[in-house]
């Protein structure tokens, strides 16, 4: 698939990935915006401290994972991601229950 719609497809909540990609397990998702407090204990509390007691909005974003999704970040693409055709729909393996 092309790049616009790999981008139409995580906008509906569904995950991609690139074959250039394979078997690293890399995809997207999609990051729908939201809000949350600001507080000591976390990061953003603690990088900048005279925000604490306050609400951040946080935008809506994609981000890519890896490493088993131990890995979230957020994504940039690239000309050569842009250019791409070989998107496709990433769907997770589910170890079975039991």
């Known amino acids: 698939m092309r790049f616009s719609e790999a981008i139409d497809h995580v906008l509906s909540?569904?995950?991609v990935a690139r074959t250039a990609w394979a078997g690293r397990g890399v995809f997207l998702v999609y990051v729908p915006g939201?809000?949350?407090p600001i507080t000591a204990?976390?990061?953003?509390g603690q990088a900048m401290p005279e925000?604490?007691?306050q609400?951040?909005?946080?935008?809506?974003h994609i981000d890519i994972v890896s490493g088993g999704g131990?890995?979230?970040?957020?994504w940039t693409p690239t000309q050569a991601d842009m250019f791409a055709t070989d998107w496709w729909p990433f769907e997770?393996?589910?170890?079975?229950?039991g």
């Open 13 to 15: 909540g569904k995950r």
């Open 92 to 97: 997770p393996t589910v170890a079975a229950a």
């Open 41 to 44: 204990d976390r990061p953003m």
């Open 51 to 53: 925000r604490v007691g």
């Open 34 to 36: 939201s809000s949350f």
């Open 70 to 74: 131990s890995s979230v970040m957020p």
């Open 55 to 60: 609400t951040a909005k946080y935008h809506p």
